[in-house]
């Protein structure tokens, strides 16, 4: 049987992979398995449903509530809310299952459906399988007064605004932001939070229409956040994504500051807190190797993961992490939430701009980014990367030059028949060198044809 569940919830071009009927079989399912687990025993069920701005959020939200209110289960409908405000309100309302439709960071006519566990928690992988394992099952359908009810509840995005707002101690007077709201879920609560936090806000990209999310604009089109930055005379910009789980930044001079240099100043910031915990932070093998230096320097542990927001999630849960993150922006502060959370990572590197009363710019200078090139080495069998003899003594020797000054990762793809080739050294130039020699070993060792 083919996986539903990726590594993000259920994704798909919405109306042709992702359609009304997958996503209403999926919610009675999903009502089904966590009944048998006794999630609902002593009580009504009440699951709670979110979106961002996609158009098709509209009949796929329909679609979710008719499948869990036909299974019994109440439902309160939260609206457009990012992903991490779906997750917190979960907690809040003490709802057995959260709903969040959204594609994050991918184009407009994608979505996906992302479930949520009690607390707001991201759903084991056994539940998942189960959940696909009882797909167009016949069941016994609930009638009378034993089918769920349906409610708005229209006070979220100023609930979870304020939550947001909670976190930090220091108020943000002083500062003024450029936020990009990726035309996304965060265009509401995004701003509300930063000015109930005291900042002057500048909002761009904060009037989505449907079609708009995610389109050359949020956290993978800079562009307009960093002139909007310089033109403002703004102390620094934050571009979210579609969902809101994740943010980059910009400094004074519109200079990009990546996920690997927010963390590390969270990391410095929660160290002399006393709130690190065991003094260690969670990253994954794609992290630059500058970051690692960085807190190596600081006496920080970095605890590295596979690449995915989910890996770090578990390091984080299993060992009680406080902190961890990702290059691509997911910065997860578990002692506030659950999932990676762009709002709230905004304040806390604004708090931290306001306490020290320095720039973002010297904030982020405490690690130096090595140069980093990454090739894609395409037509290869993959499965091969980790025990070809030949790839190995290729990077053995690469990597006895590079010695302390860089660093190689060869990572096959999770979905592709491709293998990625990372280096890391002192100059560009040099980190191009060694993956284009690489590359070309991997090619001619582990081609398909």
């Not at 209403?24 to 687990?37: E, I, P, Q």
């Not at 917190?88 to 979505?111: C, F, I, K, Q």
């Not at 928690?121 to 769920?148: C, F, Q």
């Not at 909007?228 to 990009?256: I, S, T």
């Amino acid at each position: 049987m083919t996986r539903l569940f990726g590594t993000d919830g259920v994704r798909g071009l919405a109306n042709a992979d992702l359609t009304a009927e997958l996503a209403l079989d999926l919610s009675v399912c999903a009502a089904h398995v966590l009944a048998d687990r006794g999630e609902f025993e002593g009580h009504r069920p009440l699951a709670v449903v979110g979106r961002d701005t996609r158009i098709s959020g509209q009949f796929l939200e329909a679609a979710v509530v008719a499948g869990l209110a036909s299974a019994g289960v109440d439902v309160l409908l939260l609206g457009v809310l990012p992903t991490p405000g779906v997750a917190y309100m979960t907690e809040r309302l003490g709802a057995d299952l959260g709903v969040m439709l959204s594609a994050s960071h991918n184009p407009m006519p994608d979505n996906g459906i992302k479930f949520l566990a009690r607390g707001g928690h991201k759903l084991d992988d056994a539940i998942e399988i189960a959940i696909e394992r009882r797909m167009g099952e016949p069941w016994e359908r609930p009638t009378g007064g034993a089918v769920g009810r349906v409610n708005a509840y229209p006070s979220a995005v100023e609930e979870y605004a304020a939550h947001l707002e909670g976190t930090i101690t220091h108020p943000l007077v002083g500062l003024k932001v450029v936020l990009d709201c990726a035309e996304g879920a965060a265009h509401a609560a995004g701003p509300r939070a930063l000015e109930d936090a005291g900042a002057t806000v500048i909002a761009i990209h904060a009037d989505p229409d449907g079609l708009n999310i995610n389109e050359d604009c949020g956290s993978t089109h800079l562009g307009d956040l960093q002139r909007a930055v310089v033109e403002h005379g703004a102390h620094a910009g934050f571009a979210l994504d579609g969902d809101a789980d994740r943010c980059l930044a910009v400094d004074a001079d519109g200079n990009v500051v990546d996920g690997d240099q927010i963390l590390a100043i969270l990391s410095l910031s929660l160290l002399e807190q006393g709130r690190l915990a065991k003094d260690t932070v969670v990253a994954t093998v794609m992290s630059n190797l500058g970051f690692v230096q960085a807190m190596r320097a600081h006496d920080v542990g970095v605890r590295q993961t596979k690449v995915g927001d989910r890996y770090v999630l578990e390091a984080m849960k299993v060992s009680g992490y406080s902190l961890g993150g990702e290059q691509s922006g997911h910065v997860i502060l578990s002692d506030h939430a659950t999932t990676g959370d762009g709002i709230l990572t905004t304040l806390h590197v604004m708090e931290r701009m306001a306490t020290t009363g320095r720039s973002l710019a010297e904030l982020a200078s405490v690690m130096t980014r090595l140069p980093q090139v990454l090739l894609n080495v395409s037509g290869v069998d993959k499965s091969r990367a980790d025990d070809d003899p030949v790839v190995a003594a290729a990077v053995a020797e690469e990597e006895a030059v590079l010695g302390e000054r860089g660093r190689i990762l060869l990572r096959p793809s999770g979905t592709e028949p491709i293998v990625r080739v990372m280096v890391e050294a002192p100059t560009h130039d040099e980190a191009q060198g060694v993956a284009t020699r690489l590359a070309e070993v991997v090619q001619r060792q582990l081609s398909l044809s």
